[in-house]
């Protein structure tokens, strides 16, 4: 592997990045295209890198390997704009670095270009599965391997939970974009673990699922405000436990839940550490072992053993119960381990597809409406202009 580009690119990097002083000290990167030095960068989607969820779980797993002496350089670039993900990922590229972390479903496409552009960097492409992002009629890249997770596993334990523990029968979930479809499998996930414990229990449970979709991919997982009121909103109707799902987004609805004195899930990692205010009422959290996976495959590409080509699952379950463990009755805890037990074996099935079925949204992203909506107009527009010139 490597290297062609030289020290040019990597000090025009240093002034545009943030380098990884939360593990090392360091005061300069060193230059990334010499063959005995390890460089690993990280790309995330528009949320932040503190997001406590699936981004600053991926620089935590890069962390770890930097900590441990297995490579040599880390740095990120927090994504604002949509539009860089591929400017960003050619900044690592050209800098000669090794292996190229790309954090969430959005950078699908950007990720797969970048393994097609530059097959000598090993790309970790978190939550982008190859079945979505391989073109028709070509090959998954070597080098190129998705970090995907059952969402709809992780969101059907912490479903099944809640509706258990719920004493008014009425859940909520506050979710990012159902654009997406790891947050769709989440929300659909946990509406259908829900739908298991009323079987079990002959119950019936009300669950509100809202995703953010009235806001752009810029806006949705950076919104806690907007979280916050609409868990607001839910306790109001009388729910008394809320799963938020979505970055920033879903920690404001976990918070403003925990305010609220309801229960609170937590998603992609236990957030019972990363979300102290809501601690005393997280319930429990729907966690993707998104740090170990990771490092895993950071490992592997040191060890020449990278699983190019395909994708690699990571683990999915439910957090502990911390705090509120003795409020959790025997009978819910041995069925929580039963039902976690028939997920992983697969003898339990959400029957949640891998992404959400067209005919929800009439075949069409509520994205891609707006788009053409917008496009419609702007035609109109012209016509009208057009034709009062030639009058």
């Known amino acids: 592997m490597k290297k062609m580009f030289a020290v040019l690119a990597a000090l025009l990097l240093v002034a545009m990045l943030v380098p990884a002083r939360p593990v090392a000290a360091q005061d300069a990167a060193p230059d990334c295209t010499q063959p005995d030095i390890w460089c690993v960068g990280l790309v995330t989607d528009v949320g932040k890198i503190d997001d406590k969820s699936f981004n600053q779980s991926s ?27 591929d400017k960003n990922i050619a900044t690592f590229a050209d800098a000669g670095y090794d292996i190229i972390v790309t954090s969430g479903f959005n950078l699908g496409t950007a990720s797969m270009l970048g393994a097609q552009t530059y097959p000598n960097v090993m790309f970790i492409a978190v939550d982008q599965s190859k079945w979505v992002f391989t073109p028709a009629d070509t090959e998954t890249p070597a080098n190129y391997v998705g970090l995907i997770f059952a969402e709809d596993k992780a969101g059907f334990l912490v479903g099944a939970l809640a509706a258990q523990m719920s004493a008014t029968h009425k859940i909520g979930a506050v979710c990012g974009t159902d654009d997406i479809p790891p947050v769709w499998k989440f929300g659909e996930g946990y509406k259908a673990g829900a739908a298991y414990a009323d079987s079990l229990y002959g119950t019936e449970t009300t669950v509100y699922v809202v995703y953010h979709n009235d806001v ?17 909103s839910m306790i109001d109707k009388g729910a008394d436990v809320i799963f938020g799902a979505g970055g920033k987004t879903g920690n404001g609805a976990v918070e403003q839940a925990a305010a609220r ?18 601690a005393a009422q997280m319930l429990s959290s729907a966690f993707k072992d998104i740090k170990p996976g990771v490092y895993a495959l950071i490992v592997a590409t040191l060890e020449g053993s990278f699983p190019g080509g395909g994708d690699y699952e990571g683990p999915v379950g439910y957090a502990p119960f911390h705090d509120l463990e003795a409020e959790v009755p025997a009978e819910v805890v041995t069925n929580m381990e039963t039902v976690n037990a028939g997920i992983q074996d697969g003898s339990i099935l959400t029957n949640v597809p891998p992404t959400k079925p067209a005919a929800e949204t009439g075949g069409l992203s509520a994205t891609t409406i707006i788009i053409i909506v917008a496009v419609v107009v702007v035609l109109v527009v012209i016509v009208i202009l057009v034709s009062r010139k030639k009058k």
């Open 216 to 232: 752009g991919i810029d806006k949705t997982f950076i919104d806690p405000e907007w979280g916050a009121a609409t868990a607001d």
């Open 59 to 85: 620089w935590e797993g890069i962390q770890q390997a930097l900590s441990e002496g297995l490579i040599d350089w880390a740095q990120y670039i927090e994504t604002t704009d949509s539009k860089d993900y």
């Open 261 to 278: 004195g309801v229960y609170a899930i937590g998603v992609d990692v236990d957030q019972y550490y990363a979300l102290p205010d809501a």
